[in-house]
C-alpha cells in the first residue's frame, strides 16, 4: 500500500508564506483524486484542496486566492503553496489520496502549520 508523508510545516508569522509536500511512497498514477485537509483543535477536518489527476482543481473559499494545490506524477508528490497565511490557518495539515476524489483511502500523519498574529 502506497504511503504518504507530508513535510514543510512550521511557524510563520501572519501574511508569510509556507509550501508543504505531500512525498508518496510508490506512484500516485494510481490515485485519481488527491487532497490536502486540515483541522484545528477543537474543529472538524476539513477540506485545503484538492486535484484530479486532470489537474482539475478545487479550493474553498476560505484558502482561494492564496493557497495553490498542485501534483507532480514524475516525483510522485503533491504540494501545497499557501501565502498571505492568517492566524486562522492555523492547524495540523493532512495529505489524502483515493481513488476518486473525495474517496480517500490514504491519509498521511499530518504537519503542524502555525501563524503568528
Known amino acids: 500500500q502506497v504511503r504518504l508523508v507530508e513535510s514543510g510545516g512550521g511557524l510563520v508569522q501572519a501574511g508569510g508564506s509556507l509550501r508543504l509536500s505531500c512525498a508518496a511512497s510508490g506512484s500516485i498514477w494510481s490515485f485519481n483524486g488527491m487532497a490536502w485537509y486540515r483541522q484545528a483543535p477543537g474543529k472538524q477536518r476539513e477540506l485545503v484542496a484538492a486535484i484530479t489527476l486532470g489537474g482539475t482543481t478545487n479550493y474553498p473559499d476560505s484558502v482561494k486566492g492564496r493557497f495553490t494545490i498542485s501534483r507532480n506524477t514524475a516525483k510522485n508528490t503533491v504540494d501545497l503553496q499557501m501565502n498571505s497565511l492568517k492566524p486562522e490557518d492555523t492547524a495540523v495539515y493532512y495529505c489524502?489520496?483515493?481513488?476518486?476524489?473525495?474517496?480517500?483511502?490514504?491519509w498521511g500523519q499530518g504537519t503542524q502549520v502555525t501563524v503568528s498574529s
Open positions: 489524502a489520496a483515493g481513488p476518486r476524489i473525495y474517496e480517500w483511502s490514504t
